[in-house]
């Protein structure tokens, strides 16, 4: 039986932005990665966005699809306000 995910709130998440915490996550479509691993998002900072909140808008401006999450785990859901 899949393992019920972790919520956490927009104030847990922004916590998580590689400078107050040592995670480094993103929310994108309600879920929660961690891209602690990445060169890309090092202290937070991916090409002037910065981790630890919702960035489902943003990606629309990417040279990229979401499928640059496909590698990280989903850590946990992102709490309706
Ligand atoms: C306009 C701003 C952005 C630029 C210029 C940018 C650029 C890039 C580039 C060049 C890569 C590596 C090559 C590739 O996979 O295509 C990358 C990877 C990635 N991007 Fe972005 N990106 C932007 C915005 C975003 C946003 C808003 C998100 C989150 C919603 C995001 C999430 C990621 C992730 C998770 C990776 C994979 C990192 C890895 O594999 O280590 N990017 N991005």
Redesign the pocket.
Known sequence: MAEELSEYSKSQLALRNGQDKPQIW?A?RGFI?D?G?????KNGM????WAGQD??E??Q????S?S??S??QIVGKLKDP
């Open positions: 993103v994108y990665y891209v691993e990445s060169r890309l998002w991916h090409y002037e966005h960035l489902t943003e990606l401006e990417a040279p990229h979401a640059v999450f590698k990280f």
